[in-house]
C-alpha cells in the first residue's frame, strides 16, 4: 500500500519542547489524576485505571521521541519498570487499538497486567505486570525536569501535521465536507 502523505514537521529546542509537554502533563494529566484520587478516596467502586494509562502512555511517546529513544527504553532505563518492552506492547496498544485487556504468551509463558493507583513501586512478578499510575506518573514529571535542567538546546524535529500528497478518494471527500 503507497502511503498517501508525508509529515510534516517543526523544529524545536530540546528543551522548550520538554517544557511544554511538562506543562501539559502537570496542567492536564496531573489534575485528572487528582480527580481520580479524590473520587477514590470515597468511592465504593474505584474508577481511573483504564483511561490514565490511556492519558499516560501517548506522553511517554512524545518524550521518548524528543530524547531519541524508543519508549520501552524510556520506560525501563528513566521510568522504573522493568520489561519495558512487553509493558509497552501490553499497556499502550491493548488500550490505544483496543478496550480489552490483552496478555502476552512466549512458549508455555503467560503474562498478564493490571494498573493500580496506591503510590506504590510498579510490581513485576508471578506472571504479572503491576503499573502504578501515581508511580508512573510522578516519575515521568522527575524524568522531565531532570531533563529541562540539562538545558539542552539541540534542534530537534516534532511531527505537527499530515500533508496529503495523492490521498485516495475518501480523503478527498472528506476535505470537501468542511470547505
Not at 478516596?41 to 483511561?51: I, L, M, N, P, V
Amino acid at each position: 500500500m503507497a502511503k498517501h502523505f508525508i509529515y510534516e514537521t517543526q523544529q524545536f529546542q530540546r528543551v522548550q519542547y520538554l517544557k511544554d509537554i511538562l506543562g501539559r502533563l502537570e496542567a492536564e494529566v496531573g489534575t485528572v489524576l487528582k480527580c481520580f484520587e479524590e473520587y477514590n478516596a470515597q468511592a465504593e467502586h474505584k474508577t481511573g485505571f483504564w483511561s490514565g494509562i490511556r492519558l499516560l502512555m501517548p506522553v511517554i511517546e512524545s518524550v521518548a521521541t524528543a530524547m531519541e529513544k524508543a519508549p520501552w527504553e524510556l520506560l525501563e532505563d528513566n521510568l522504573a519498570v522493568k520489561a519495558g518492552n512487553l509493558t509497552w506492547q501490553m499497556f499502550r496498544h491493548s488500550l490505544t487499538h483496543g478496550d480489552l485487556l490483552r496478555c502476552a504468551k512466549y512458549g508455555t509463558q503467560s503474562v498478564g497486567w493490571g494498573v493500580m493507583m496506591l503510590r506504590k513501586d510498579h510490581n513485576i512478578k508471578d506472571g504479572r505486570i503491576w503499573l502504578d499510575l501515581f508511580t508512573l506518573y510522578d516519575k515521568l514529571v522527575g524524568y522531565l525536569k531532570s531533563e529541562i535542567a540539562k538545558d539542552d538546546k539541540t534542534v530537534i524535529e516534532v511531527k505537527v501535521g499530515i500533508n496529503y500528497t495523492n490521498p485516495p478518494q475518501y480523503i478527498i471527500d472528506d476535505f470537501n465536507k468542511i470547505k
